[in-house]
């Protein structure tokens, strides 16, 4: 940290007032579901977003991206255009910042200038929301720095209005809401439509376990956003057949291999996955509730072969590293985590085993794929927090 600090201080040459540290998440099960207003079950996670800031008396916004070693200066006064103080168009990773702070003004919150810094382990492109927790430690410092207080949740569907509307990803709650709202040794219930949550403890034999396939997500955005569309569009054909219903959260199951047969081919098996994910994820609960780690693990595999075969977003690297999983001992569930295309499984394995799964994990992995999948316990964490440290 205090090499950060050191790093502040040599780009802008004063002191830091604040530092935020905002999580990434794992989702456990519940995939593509956030959408359709369906529950979802994901955990903040021991790898976060740090930022380092002080205000400043006008409007300016410095960033420096540690990691991409890049620095651009925006005004927030003109966030519609998108461009720098030089008037060049801002890049891509700062899309995310300014969009919290357009989304918070057009909320009617305060956003201070500000000069930054900020770090992530978070990977891009894994399926961990790197991007979710910028935009969630973003948020955070803005309220901190303009001494205003909104509920956590709120603050989360803030960052999802800057994703939705300013990045241009039509993505649901779920990845902001777990980075803001986060639970340490805890995974979260999450109803998107009422957006009741709790956090559900996980046994204590358990470990969760990421494997990283090394693929990064491609062209996802506009994958993301059909798929979106495809659900969009089965809910308008199922109105037809039951009217009143306005997204897949209102038909069961039952029904839906009942009206199924009127869908076209794609839409159907979208609309299925969504309709059979959101049981999975009520059945998944009850499980923890019940501490039924088997039956959980159960349905997570039930839902990759649902995102592989219906939904259509797994890779061959991903269905590779879950086959293999299963095939080792002390291993309860495994499957694909965020929205797909690429990046990383989730994987519940018996604590005793830990080490002979990551080893098995990586060495067939390795061996089938020719690829290094980097593979590690993750810790259930607490959502975004400011540290205090005296500054
Ligand atoms: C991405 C989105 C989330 C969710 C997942 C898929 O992570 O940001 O809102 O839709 O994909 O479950």
């Known amino acids: ?84 103080t030089d008037g060049t168009p801002i890049p891509k990773w700062a899309y995310y910042p300014a969009g919290v702070a357009w989304a918070l003004q057009q909320a009617g919150l305060s956003t201070k200038g500000a000069d930054v810094i900020y770090t992530s382990d978070v990977p891009i492109g894994a399926g961990l929301s790197s991007s979710a927790a910028v935009e969630v430690a973003f948020g955070l410092l803005w309220s901190q720095l303009g001494g205003w207080h909104i509920e956590r949740l709120d603050l989360a569907q803030i960052c999802q209005r800057a994703e939705n509307k300013y990045v241009g990803v039509s993505s649901g709650l779920m990845d902001q809401f777990a980075s803001a709202c986060g639970v340490e040794g805890h995974a979260l219930y999450f109803d998107t439509r009422t957006l009741f949550w709790e956090p559900t ?10 494997a990283d396939s090394g693929v990064r997500r491609s062209l996802s955005d506009s994958a993301y956003n059909q798929r979106r569309e495809a659900c969009e569009q089965a809910v308008k054909l199922l109105q037809q057949y039951k009217p009143g219903i306005s997204s897949l959260r209102d038909i069961s199951s039952t029904e839906f291999m009942a ?27 009850n499980a923890l509730h019940s501490a039924d780690i088997k039956i959980f693990g159960a349905l997570m595999y039930a839902s990759h072969i649902s995102l592989r075969d219906l939904y259509e977003v797994s890779t061959t690297e991903l269905d590779t590293l879950v086959e293999i999983a299963r095939e080792i001992p002390g ?40 690829r290094a999948a980097n593979v590690y316990e993750c810790l259930p964490s607490k959502g975004v927090w400011v540290e205090e440290t005296g500054l």
């Open 1 to 84: 940290m205090n090499e950060l600090i050191d790093q502040f201080r040599a780009m802008y040459r004063r002191d830091p007032e604040i530092i935020v540290h905002a999580p990434g998440r794992v989702n456990l099960i519940g995939e593509h579901v956030d959408y359709n207003d369906g529950p979802v079950l994901p955990a903040a996670i021991n790898k976060e977003v740090t930022l380092i800031a002080a205000a400043t008396a006008d409007a300016t916004l410095s960033l420096h991206a540690l990691d991409l070693d890049q620095k651009i200066s925006l005004t927030l006064e003109k966030l519609e255009q998108k461009t720098s």
């Open 201 to 210: 403890p996980l046994p204590d034999n358990i470990s969760i376990i990421i």
């Open 259 to 285: 009206l199924s047969p009127y869908l076209p081919d794609e839409v159907r098996h979208r609309a299925e996955h969504v309709v059979k994910e959101i049981a999975r994820v009520e059945s998944a609960r």
């Open 331 to 370: 291993c309860f569930g495994a499957r694909l985590t965020g929205a797909g295309f690429g990046g990383c499984t989730v994987n519940i394995v018996d604590q005793d085993f830990v080490k002979v799964f990551v080893r098995e994990l990586t060495s067939g992995y390795k061996q089938l794929t020719g």
